[in-house]
């Protein structure tokens, strides 16, 4: 019965580090999203999985991020060789396809400050 | 591509009083829903209130109502009876057709007085 999971809370690194932040969706829930909110750009979508199909990259800003859905549940989301501008706030969603209006549930969040 | 414009950064109300936040789209599909999402400092989103564009009734959760305008392509939020609690960032959403990810207006900060 738990929400959005998101791990870690905040997350410090350097500059050309590997950082990976993982969300734990509800239980049940078929679609998973990762959103990015930074003060210049709002909210963006980055990747979206829908149960077994392939997932939606469109919004990733470069090949430096990727993101896994494992089993159907946890996902990662990787951002290689960090760049200062990849500062924000990560945020994940999930969903369950069929019910009316199809709710995002959002989770706390990840502050990623890049030195 | 759609886009969403919430051309208030900042609003302020008074505790008891009423506000409307305002949001437009553009947008040339037929199928989409519209949300208003409240993030407080805990940055935790919460759904406030959600339309679907073939409903022509406006949508209410008890303090919150929208004004739906679809052929204006206008989307307000009014918050009636402002609690301290109502503090928080709002941002509108759009999503196209019934599942997909959201597109986000900018925001707006909204402030309740005592």
């Known amino acids: 019965g738990a929400g959005v999971s998101q791990s870690p809370s905040n997350k410090v690194t350097e500059k050309g580090k590997d950082v990976e932040l993982r969300c734990d969706p509800i239980?049940?829930?078929?679609?998973l999203y990762w959103y990015r909110q930074s003060l210049g750009q709002g909210l963006e979508f980055l990747i979206y999985?829908?149960?077994?199909?392939?997932?939606?990259k469109s919004g990733l800003p470069s090949d430096r991020f990727s993101a896994e859905r494992t089993g159907g549940s946890v996902s990662t989301l990787t951002i290689q060789r960090t760049q200062q501008e990849d500062s924000a706030v990560y945020l994940c969603?999930?969903?369950?396809?069929?019910?009316?209006?199809?709710?995002?549930?959002f989770g706390p969040g990840t502050r990623l400050t890049v030195l | 591509a759609q886009t969403v414009t919430q051309s208030q950064p900042e609003m302020s109300v008074q505790e008891a009083e009423t506000v409307t936040l305002s949001c437009t789209y553009d947008?040339?599909?037929?199928?989409?829903?519209l949300f208003w999402y409240k993030q407080p400092p805990s940055r935790q989103m919460i759904l406030v209130i959600r339309?679907?564009?073939?409903?022509?009734q406006n949508a209410t959760e008890n303090r919150f109502s929208v004004n739906f305008q679809k052929a204006a392509k206008s989307f307000s939020l009014k918050i009636s009876d402002s609690q301290l609690g109502d503090a928080a960032m709002y941002f509108c959403?759009?999503?196209?057709?019934?599942?997909?990810?959201?597109?986000f207006g900018k925001g707006t900060k909204l402030s309740v007085k005592p």
């Open positions: 947008t040339s599909e037929s199928d989409y829903y």
């Open positions: 959403a759009y999503r196209r057709g019934s599942q997909g990810n959201l597109i």
């Open positions: 339309q679907e564009a073939y409903k022509q």
């Open positions: 239980s049940g829930h078929t679609a």
């Open positions: 999985f829908q149960g077994n199909s392939a997932p939606d």
């Open positions: 969603a999930s969903s369950f396809r069929g019910v009316p209006y199809n709710e995002q549930f």
